[in-house]
């Protein structure tokens, strides 16, 4: 996805342009089973109107309203800058009116173990996008957690879903779309189990850090790339 965007950008032949994906160290996560979690949605990323949370918002409601959902949870974490603020304001006013406070968590501390934790509670994930984005690191540690994705077929996201199988991308990026695609995995425990076990192997023979780190040097040596010798 962003070669071609930095290819057209840039005016650059495509025989110039390597294409290196962002890779994780899977030995940093640790691996929960899907079985010995509820069925719990997490959003992790900047608490954001581009990051679309106010859209997972809307789909998760959606489902609430919906017979046999009511065992649904959300946890939510993710920073945020003072532009956000009146943003998230918003979304709690949201939720609160719903009366379903209860079942939605503000997950605080996102770095560190903090993180891991985070993904020890939920079951799949969601980061509706807006647009075109290039790495999704976020899915890449959701995925090493074994915690399958549900994105939006927008930038880098559905090569990634494809290369690693640890996920499903949904076509238009609204509530509603986004709430079936949720509830298609909610609905089907066995799908989720599937593609958490399928989440993690993709990152292991896919996106491991050492292996796109190796990607990396032959792209160098291809290149022409001669290292420097050291100054004694």
Request: glycine letters at 8%; charged letters at 30%; proline letters at 6%.
């Amino acid at each position: 996805y962003y070669a071609d965007y930095m290819e057209d950008h840039m005016k650059l032949p495509s025989e110039k342009i390597h294409t290196v994906q962002l890779g994780v160290d899977p030995d940093d996560y640790r691996l929960k089973p899907v079985s010995e979690k509820g069925r719990t949605i997490g959003f992790i990323s900047r608490m954001c109107h581009a990051n679309g949370l106010d859209i997972l918002i809307d789909a998760f409601l959606k489902l609430k309203s919906r017979p046999g959902y009511e065992d649904v949870d959300l946890v939510i974490t993710g920073g945020q800058t003072n532009d956000d603020k009146k943003y998230i304001k918003k979304i709690k006013k949201q939720i609160s009116r719903s009366c379903c406070e209860d079942k939605v968590e503000y997950h605080e501390d996102f770095d560190g173990p903090g993180r891991l934790d985070f993904f020890d509670k939920v079951s799949i994930i969601s980061v509706p996008l807006r647009e075109g984005y290039a790495s999704g690191l976020f899915m890449l540690e959701a995925m090493a957690s074994g915690v399958p994705v549900v994105q939006p077929a927008v930038g880098a996201m559905p090569e990634m879903i494809k290369a690693s199988g640890g996920g499903i991308t949904y076509p238009t990026n609204d509530p509603a779309t986004l709430a079936n695609a949720l509830a298609e995995l909610l609905d089907n425990p066995a799908k989720v189990e599937e593609l958490s076990i399928a989440a993690r192997k993709g990152i292991e023979e896919e996106f491991n850090i050492h292996k796109k780190a190796e990607s990396m040097i032959d792209v160098f040596k291809k290149s022409g790339v001669k290292s420097k010798p050291q100054s004694k």
